[in-house]
């Protein structure tokens, strides 16, 4: 079970950052990806990181957003800065433990509820 939340309303250029909870799961075994998901167009991958903190982004946002995981929390982070009105869209976190290409929907069992993101001045 995953719990995404932090998203909201954010002028362009602001910064918001996201939390997906997980429970009911060993979280440290898990990779956890963010997907976003903006109105009229499919679910893309956002960034990921793994049991051992590895991590990578898709080129629309490298360089502003960070994923950051803390186990102790049983929480990953997802610092999203200089906004765009691009980057509106409801944010997805997904879990699972084999994952083989984390920027396939496909690859994740678990999936959180969303938390919408909308950037407008």
């Known amino acids: 079970q995953l719990q995404a939340s932090g998203g909201g309303l954010v002028q362009p250029g602001g910064s918001l950052r996201l939390s997906c909870e997980a429970s009911g799961i060993t979280f440290n075994y898990y990779t956890i990806g963010w997907f976003r998901q903006a109105p009229g167009k499919e679910r893309e991958w956002v960034s990921h990181i793994t049991s051992v903190n590895s991590t990578l982004y898709a080129d629309s946002v490298s360089g502003r957003f960070t994923i950051s995981r803390n186990n102790a929390m049983n929480t990953v982070f997802l610092q999203t800065n200089d906004l765009k009105y691009e980057d509106t869209a409801v944010y997805y976190c997904?879990?699972?433990?084999?994952?083989?290409?984390?920027?396939?929907?496909?690859?994740?069992?678990?999936w959180g509820q969303g938390t919408l993101v909308t950037v407008s001045s």
């Open positions: 997904a879990a699972d433990i084999v994952v083989l290409r984390p920027s396939e929907t496909f690859e994740y069992g678990y």
